[in-house]
């Protein structure tokens, strides 16, 4: 096992002063900024460039937006951004540069409980990985979905209650998904070819009466950051599920983190609390020596209403 460093965290303060209701999905993109998504309120957000400024909403829709990822032309996704690939509603939309949606790729069939989509990522392929959950929470009613390259989705796990991340190790070969609910993380092997998962391992479990692992992020060094749900606090293991670094925040639903390579930004919640204190549903940022790769794009052949 390869010795990890523990990085350094300092002192969190908000980056503006929105409050959201699900802040969640916070993405970094190949030019420098970050974006993130106010789930149940449709909204898809741009960080501001300085702090204090307001957050940008760059698309609102009429249903939840679990995650986004950048439709760029060409390979380094630096240029040329043309839109948006999201998990919406009950499945895929094509959002433009503006922030309509120019198109509806469909999702998974639902014969239980009413459902929505949840957290979701491209890995290096530009495929989308996706979770959907049931709005009441019903055990094992949640599943893990895949949007292919040639617009194809499948099902690749069931039997999942609140899934969150996934989230990806550097060379994309190991993913990471968490299933608030029971409080556990698990580990997978992933064919870069076609994505068939295998090996799936326990990382790391929270005991539920202590918090919920949720959104997810892994570094350039492979160490997994994990927001952890009602505790106020955000922890960094190694693969191995070897606890490195645990940080406490100044709101007690931390949902997501994502890391600039100069600051650690973690998105919050303010939903389901009675008496929500004043950070609460802010997004925060910390100074922080750990960097990761910018998000990956989803392929530009998604905007295509032919695929």
Known sequence: MTAYDVPTVGTFRPMTKDRLELGEGPRLLADGT????????????????EVDWPLEEMA??????????????????????????????????????SGQVVRRIGGPEGTGPAFRMNDAVCDRAGRMWAGTMAYDGTPGSGALHLLDTDGSMR??????TVPNGP??????????????????????????ADGTLSDRRPVFRVDPAGGSPDGMTVDTEGRLWSAIWGAGQIRCYAPDGTLLLAVPVPAVQPSSICL???????????????????????????RCDATAPAACPALSVFADPVL
């Open 167 to 192: 989230a990806f190790s550097p060379d994309g070969c190991t993913m990471y998904l968490a299933d608030s609910a029971v409080g556990t993380v698990d580990a997978f092997t992933v064919d870069p």
């Open 155 to 160: 099902t690749v796990l069931e039997d999942l």
């Open 260 to 286: 600039t390579g100069e600051h650690i930004v973690v998105t919050t919640a303010a939903i389901g609390l009675e008496k929500p204190e004043p950070l609460d549903g802010a997004v925060l940022m910390a």
């Open 60 to 97: 609102r829709l009429d249903e939840p937006l679990g995650a986004v990822a950048p439709l760029v032309e060409g390979t380094t996704g630096v240029t040329g951004r043309i839109g948006w690939l999201a998990a919406a509603g009950t499945g895929f939309v094509v959002l433009d540069s």
């Open 34 to 49: 970050v974006v993130l998504v106010d789930i149940l309120a449709g909204r898809l957000l741009r960080a501001p460039a």
